[in-house]
């Protein structure tokens, strides 16, 4: 009997007994320069460090665009455990000793707390004579920081702060605090790529900044092996060949063999379709670890926070266990993401965003998957294989993940216009992230690091918005009915029950004033959405409705039916999730082509096809399949 377990993130192995676990504006580097008042601070600091620690100041402003694109967080730490525009880390002895930040509720559990050598934030406040708290906290002593910081690398390598941006390769790298030559030469490829090309965005606070372009800049790149002398050792771990793009810092250390399963993919039946993201809800490298133990899970990546750097566990022809759901794992690509979804938008750092939109589009180009919401999702949007799964599904990456940032990215940003069409008509979830500020509720059963002491509300720049049961602000959220037998939804961060997120897309089911209907779950829900400015239009979108006289099944998987497999193997159980329908009169947003069934056997190398189709479509937060027999499609208009 071939292999059948629905396994999910490295959540699984560290939770129990609990619901498992707008667009930010980038403007080119001409029509972003700073305006009047506050909105220029932040490049007068740049400007002000630079000139102080004689670092030039375009060299300045690109390795902090890489390092946070600009942001301050107000003294929030990163994945990294990395404060401020120039990702200043800071591990204390205290919690390197508890363990890291779970115990000491900030820092970044354990990924520095082998080597002081990398709290950049101390050594920081060293040559500044600042007090490491300000540099925390306060925009300008970090910026000053960082400047501090590679003016000390460049003059340890060359002997001096040169005027030239060129001559700054080798303490670029040096800044990235990698432990090996590649993924340092990785980091200041990027800074370098930035500098040539400039940058532009508003930042938080309502910053406005701006690097102009320098496209005949050549860099010192020789300066690396100055900047790095070791060489990677002889049949190391990333002398293994991977699937990664060049321009990621890539290594391959295999999962076992039990967490997975060796395939062809892709082929005419089993294609690949999707890329799920995760978190890992634990450090890096536990995660590597984890996946090395026989009968457990596993992810085809796994990305370090701190600076992007990534190891592949399993080939992408093969299957890896990752997603919670067999035929969704038969499917698609999982990337696991060192984090922890309640900390707080902050623990996903800039390195993991951009080298993640490298990997993740080239796998799209190598298996010719769109680059959309339908396509690219969360753990949190993969529907459960039946009835006895869907209350622990998952929710990594969680509402912290930046939607909007990721597809700009990957060069498909959501909508920027808003606006919202009649009912029946499709629209895409487009609310700002940096200003939809959403207050969940978060208790220590949500969060396995640690940090979270006692249930509290927190609130925070977030990429869903909630779904009530009538357009009005204290209506009951709408609930999952395999969440809560009471038919109460909930605030809790990880009730999905009744949230929508950045760039999935739904059909319009009415309005009230500043609330917009749509059709959720089998039912009618209402968003907030005062002036469009959650929604953008969505005409084309493939839109189905049930086709017969009653409601359409709502599936979590597509195998082929009993009789289509061979007397040989073992049919996989495949039957509608049952306290879902999709009933008449309903619409939702379908990807297209409708997918085929099919099943696969590892011990054989077998693949199992049937005649049925099906359409996955956004039901809910998460996605979901209707038979094709029973609906009818047609473009929203």
């Not at 305006?35 to 601070?41: F, I, K, L, R, S």
Request: charged share 15%; hydrophobic share 40%; proline share 8%.
């Amino acid at each position: 009997m071939h292999q059948r377990r629905p396994r999910g993130s490295v959540r699984a192995a560290l939770t129990s007994g609990v619901l498992a676990a707008g667009c930010l504006t980038f403007l080119p580097a001409a029509a972003a320069a700073p305006g009047p008042g506050h909105a220029g601070t932040r490049q007068a600091e740049f400007a002000a460090a630079a000139a102080a620690y004689h670092v030039p100041t375009s060299v300045l402003l690109a390795v902090a665009y890489q390092e946070s694109q600009w942001d301050a967080h107000q003294g929030q730490f990163n994945t990294g455990g990395g404060y401020g525009p120039m990702n200043l880390t800071d591990v204390t002895p205290a919690m390197a000793g508890a363990g890291g930040a779970g115990a000491a509720g900030r820092g970044d559990l354990g990924t520095f707390t082998k080597d002081p050598a990398l709290h950049t934030l101390t050594a920081a406040a060293r040559l500044t004579g600042a007090p490491a708290a300000a540099l925390r906290t306060d925009s300008g002593a970090n910026i000053r920081g960082g400047a501090a910081l590679l003016a000390s690398y460049e003059k340890a390598l060359t002997g001096g702060t040169p005027a030239d941006p060129a001559q700054w390769y080798g303490a670029v790298a040096r800044y990235s605090q990698a432990s090996d030559r590649a993924t340092a030469g990785a980091f200041a490829a990027r800074v370098y790529g930035t500098l040539r090309t400039g940058a532009g965005r508003t930042a938080d606070g309502g910053q406005r900044i701006a690097l102009a372009g320098q496209p005949a800049l050549r860099p010192a790149a020789s300066q690396l092996t100055r900047a790095y002398p070791k060489p990677p050792a002889p049949g190391a771990p990333a002398a293994r060949a991977t699937e990664c793009p060049d321009t990621v810092a890539c290594r391959f250390i295999a999962a076992a063999p039990s967490n997975g399963q060796v395939a062809d993919r892709p082929d005419d039946s089993m294609a690949i379709r999707y890329i799920v993201i995760h978190d890992t809800e634990t450090s890096y490298q536990d995660a590597v670890d984890l996946f090395q133990k026989a009968g457990g899970d596993s992810a085809h990546y796994v990305m370090k926070a701190s600076d992007g750097s990534v190891t592949q566990m399993v080939p992408t022809k093969d299957i890896a266990f990752h997603a919670g759901n067999y035929w969704f794992n038969m499917h698609s690509i999982g990337i696991e993401h060192e984090g922890f979804a309640a900390q707080g938008a902050t623990w996903y750092t800039q390195a993991q965003y951009e080298e993640t939109a490298d990997l993740v589009t080239y796998l799209a180009a190598k298996y010719g998957i769109p680059l959309d919401r339908e396509h690219v999702v969360g753990h949190d949007n993969v529907p459960a294989p039946g009835d006895g799964t869907v209350a622990g599904m998952h929710w990594d990456p969680g509402p912290y993940w930046d939607w909007n940032r990721f597809m700009a990215l990957l060069g498909h940003p959501v909508p920027g216009k808003h606006g919202v069409g009649p009912a029946g008509t499709a629209v895409t979830i487009t609310p700002s992230f940096a200003d939809n500020v959403q207050t969940s509720t978060i208790c220590p059963a949500d969060d396995p690091s640690g940090a979270t002491e006692k249930c509290h509300d927190s609130s925070a720049p977030a990429n869903f918005l909630y779904v009530r049961t009538a357009p009005e602000t204290d209506a009951p959220l709408v609930s999952d009915p395999y969440l809560h037998t009471d038919g109460a939804g909930t605030t809790g961060i990880a009730d999905w029950g009744g949230t929508v997120s950045a760039g999935q897309q739904y059909v319009v089911a009415g309005a009230k004033g500043d609330w917009t209907a749509i059709w959720y779950a089998g039912r009618k829900g209402w968003i907030y959405n005062p002036g469009a400015r959650n929604t953008s239009r969505a005409p084309g979108a493939l839109v189905v409705t049930p086709s017969g006289s009653g409601a359409a099944g709502v599936y979590g998987a597509a195998y082929p039916d009993k009789d289509e497999y061979p007397s040989d193997l073992s049919p996989s159980t495949m039957a509608p999730l049952g306290k879902y329908t999709a009933p008449k009169g309903q619409a939702y947003v379908a990807t297209r082509p409708p997918t085929g069934t099919d099943d696969y056997f590892a011990t054989s190398g077998t693949v199992v096809t049937g005649a049925r189709t099906f359409y996955t479509v956004q039901f809910n937060h998460r996605v979901a399949l209707l038979d094709a027999a029973a609906v009818h499609a047609s473009p929203s208009k």
